[in-house]
Nanobody, 127 residues
């Protein structure tokens, strides 16, 4: 069992930066792929980034490539999402989620494949 708690959201101006944190509890957290999702009002939840269990591999959707960076500190059982050059379209509730990849790759894209979720943190980018 893994419990996740996000923090670091807030209000920022266009071009600004935020760092989201996802603090985990659970001794097996270091074996999980962690995904960062977001959900804007009236839109479906989408994955924006993911990071492998050891932090060596990352994946980003095109809309955030070059602006967002995922990292993790397994010693501190925390995963981060550094978000730079924020745009109004980045406004959403951001969630971290953890799951075990059962396929041939570490990457898990579907939200239904992540059994553990945080409560979400609001990110608002003002123009």
């Amino acid at each position: 069992q893994v419990q996740l708690v996000e923090s670091g959201g807030g209000l920022v101006q266009v071009g600004g930066s935020l760092r989201l944190s996802c603090a985990a509890s659970g001794r097996t957290f270091s074996s999980y792929t962690v995904g960062w999702f977001r959900q804007a009002p009236g839109k479906e939840r989408e994955i924006v980034a993911a990071i492998s269990w050891n932090g060596r591999d990352t994946h980003y959707v095109d809309s955030v490539k070059g602006r967002f960076t995922a990292s993790r500190d397994n010693a501190q059982i925390t995963v981060y999402l550094q978000m730079n050059n924020l745009k109004p379209e980045d406004t959403a509730v951001y969630f971290c989620a953890a799951g075990v990849p059962y396929g041939p790759t570490w990457y898990i894209s579907g939200s239904h494949e992540y059994p553990f979720w945080g409560q979400g943190t609001q990110v608002t980018v003002s123009s």
